[in-house]
């Protein structure tokens, strides 16, 4: 009987589906899922969250496709080039304050803004809290992302795989990521799957919009030794 030896799924550089990277941002956006209702001024903290991955000079990003359909169930944004990120960030981080503090002035920010901005000001406070206190500033960093009906260990993998050659080709022995997760998850798992989580905080954006207790929990990924 003979057996399909064809890979279910195959990893392509993110410049070619950008479309495809903003669509799952914007569908996971909570624990998975999209956030409920419209939010002010998403198309700036869209770009705030994965405009600079996307920029053609910052290349080493990549999706995972589908091979059967051709469709991108999820993707891995990677910076290599840390300070540049850093620089980049503040500079658009100033204009979605401005913009908001504007919709908010002028009475035009719909509830379900001012729920969400609030909460994820003091989240942003918290990460950059966290990421000075690990040194996770400059280091290699991962933004990932899978479509929810594919979060496997396979397709996990493939990035895994991926994201451990692209970091280590710029020189860097490991790399951070962060994970959203209910509290209570098994965090041994994440550990064999992925790496060391070095640290967890509450996640005040996540928890309020999902009606559940969501950690940020940060993990370090050591690279494994070539073969």
Avoid at 74 to 83: H, I
């Amino acid at each position: 009987m003979p057996v399909d030896t064809e890979p279910l799924y195959r990893t392509e550089p993110v410049a070619m589906h950008e479309p495809a990277v903003r669509e799952i941002f914007r569908n996971t956006l909570i624990l998975g899922k999209p956030l409920a209702g419209s939010l002010d001024n998403f198309h700036l903290y869209e770009e705030l969250s994965i405009g600079w991955y996307l920029l053609p000079e910052n290349s080493g990003s990549t999706v995972v496709v589908d091979a059967g359909t051709g469709t991108v169930v999820g993707y891995a944004l990677v910076c290599t080039k840390p300070e540049e990120y850093n620089t980049w960030l503040r500079a658009q981080a100033w204009k979605v304050l401005r913009r908001n503090l504007w919709t908010f002035c002028t009475g035009q920010m719909s509830k379900t803004g001012r729920q969400f901005y609030s909460r994820r000001f003091l989240d942003s406070l918290t990460v950059v809290r966290s990421r000075q206190h690990h040194d996770a500033s400059s280091v290699a960093h991962v933004h990932m992302n899978l479509r929810s009906e594919v979060r496997t260990g396979l397709v996990a993998f493939s990035l895994f795989l991926q994201v451990d050659t692209i970091c280590r080709q710029a020189g860097f022995q490991s790399w951070i990521g962060e994970v959203n997760a209910p509290e209570g998850a098994r965090i041994r798992a994440l550990e064999r799957l992925v790496g060391e989580v070095i640290d967890i905080r509450r996640n005040r954006t996540a928890s309020f919009f999902s009606g559940m207790k969501v950690n940020r929990l940060t993990v370090q990924r050591s690279l494994p030794c070539e073969m």
